[in-house]
């Protein structure tokens, strides 16, 4: 038995086996699933937090491999990429054609970020230059064969005056498009700067406008990721989209119940829980594909509570304690983030996070996690 942890919660005592799950399988059958990736950061790089992000690209690369040997999509370059908050477009656009070209070689399914950060240090952007960014980043997309996913952008909160802006600024760029793309719907607990998405801070109003946007150009939207912490309101959506247009949950509150559904439908799922969830997720929507709703509960059900800690206000940071699992899972050798961003979330949540994590089985070797969580107590001065 491994010897307990000295959590600032108490003694804990880790658990000596991991959940036993299939090493590897095929992607899910019934639904599309995607797990939006995390960043490696270089911790050796000598820069400061204001600077471009030093990404360590084999650690990077690696982490993807393992959500596609498991069956699951990646969603790259997205919030949990930390887009915005640590990596600027320079670092997301390497990130684009690299994991472009792992997929490539690995037969792995990805979608990626598309958006505007190009223009984050202009106050008053014009819809014109909200409009070219977006074009370059489509376009960066779709020369790496790689689906894009039209990201909420905070330029254009700053841009639009209402919703006929919106309207014309996503019916321009639909039009040019391809290929079908996924829309994306991200509020305001996962970033501030998006409050007033689609022109209203009246979430009726403001979903009436997305919905009009798909409804006038079906064709060229794969789906919609809705990240709103709000079940009832994402049902209410996926029944209202046009046949053959795709609803992927956000939410990463209510994820096991949306992806089961209802008579009515059901959710695909486009989620960053299912970034250190990898492996369980998967199993989990293999059970489903056979039609064993209670199974897939059986085993996503539990996971919850760590997603909702994860989460917890200010949502924003949940990436901290994303890369924490992954370093105590294995994935990387270090809990470093860009930004700095490994100082968002006190040593308490952090504590919380590897209990949860541990209980729930997700560590594939739990002496090596209980070993780093004692090394990450001791450098805070709190290992008793």
Not at 81 to 104: N, T, Y
Request: proline share 7%; with cysteine.
């Amino acid at each position: 038995m491994t010897a307990p942890v000295l959590l600032p919660q108490g003694p804990y005592t880790p658990r000596a086996i991991p959940l036993d799950l299939a090493p590897k399988g095929a992607p899910p059958a019934s639904r599309t699933v995607f797990s939006a990736a995390h960043v490696v950061a270089d911790p050796y790089a000598d820069i400061s937090p204001d600077d471009p992000a030093a990404v360590d690209w084999d650690a990077t690369l690696a982490f993807r491999r393992h959500l596609w040997s498991h069956g699951l999509g990646v969603a790259e370059a997205m919030d949990t990429a930390q887009r915005g908050m640590g990596l600027d477009w320079a670092g997301a656009a390497e990130l684009v054609r690299r994991s472009a070209a792992e997929a490539k070689a690995v037969g792995g399914r990805i979608a990626c970020g598309v958006g505007t950060d190009q223009l984050l240090p202009l106050a008053e952007p014009t819809l014109a230059e909200v409009a070219a960014a977006y074009e370059e980043q489509l376009a960066l997309a779709e020369a790496n064969g790689v689906q894009p996913i039209l990201m909420a952008s905070r330029a254009l909160v700053k841009a639009a005056r209402g919703p006929e802006d919106y309207l014309a600024t996503y019916a321009h760029l639909l039009r040019q498009a391809s290929e079908p793309v996924i829309l994306h719907w991200l509020g305001p607990m996962f970033d501030p700067a998006l409050e007033g998405y689609w022109g209203s801070a009246d979430l009726d109003e403001a979903t009436d406008t997305f919905l009009k946007v798909i409804a006038e150009h079906p064709d060229k939207v794969d789906g919609i990721k809705i990240s709103l912490l709000d079940a009832a309101r994402e049902v209410d959506v996926r029944r209202r989209l046009p046949g053959g247009v795709r609803c992927y949950t956000g939410d990463d509150f209510h994820y096991p119940e949306l992806i089961a559904g209802d008579e009515r439908g059901f959710s695909h799922a486009l989620l960053g829980i299912f970034d250190p969830l990898g492996p369980l997720a998967a199993q989990a929507v293999r059970v489903l594909d056979t039609g064993d709703v209670t199974g897939f509960r059986t085993l996503l059900d539990p996971t919850v509570e760590l997603s909702r800690h994860l989460f917890q206000s200010p949502t924003r940071f949940y990436k901290t304690g994303v890369v924490l699992l992954a370093w105590l899972a294995g994935h990387q050798d270090h809990f470093t983030m860009a930004g700095g961003l490994q100082s968002a979330r006190s040593l308490p949540h952090l504590a919380k996070a590897y209990q949860l994590a541990d209980e729930l089985g997700l560590f594939p070797d739990p002496e090596l996690a209980a070993c780093r969580m004692r090394a990450l107590l001791a450098v805070h001065g709190g290992a008793r």
